[in-house]
């Protein structure tokens, strides 16, 4: 949802290249290309600190002003090193109020499954088509006393209002299991037992 902490404020910018994208990084800076609606590509940079924040949140909506003007942007790719971590680029699309889109939502599991069994995510994110200014920051999967063998696919979620399912309904996304381990120790006192049994037959 758009609100005072997601207003940034976004600079044109005119320099290109990699030398320019150093210096702007190190004026505390991320370039950026705004994207859709059939316009053409606009670059702008943005606060690096302020909006590195807003990335802690999966599918951040910014409130971008663009020389005094609202511009309501969906990020859709972070570029970052991969030794250094830092953000080195951003791809921004241009979103509507009211307009749905179709977004990667994260799944965040709670709750114990049953004891001695482990709950296991085979997907991380579920794909939902929701309002562009109304993504919910995860889909919430409740665990709680799940028995082996139990099975949660994407048509079991209870999607927030307005959201629509944009996954096959049959997708499996959570799997309660007894872990190979504990099995292999179960197994191993079976046969200790049958050996135990065996030896005290033929000792009568």
Sequence with gaps: MADESNKVVAEVRDSFGKGAARKIRAAGKIPAVIYGHGTEPAHVTVPAHQVGLLLRKANAVLDLDIAGKSQLVLVKDVQKDPVLQIIE??????IKSGEKVA???PV??????????IAVLEVNTLRLEVEATHIPE?????VEGAVEGTQFHAKDF?????????????LLI????????????E???GEAAAESEASAEAAE
């Design 103 to 105: 977004v990667e939502v």
């Design 174 to 185: 959570l799997n309660v299991l007894v872990p190979a381990a504990a099995r292999g120790d």
């Design 187 to 189: 197994d191993e006192a």
């Design 108 to 117: 965040h599991v709670q709750g114990e499954s049953y004891p001695g069994t």
């Design 138 to 142: 995860n889909i919430v999967l409740d």
């Design 89 to 94: 680029h951003l791809d921004l699309i241009v």
């Design 158 to 170: 209870t999607l927030p209002k307005g959201a629509t399912l944009a996954e096959d309904e049959d």
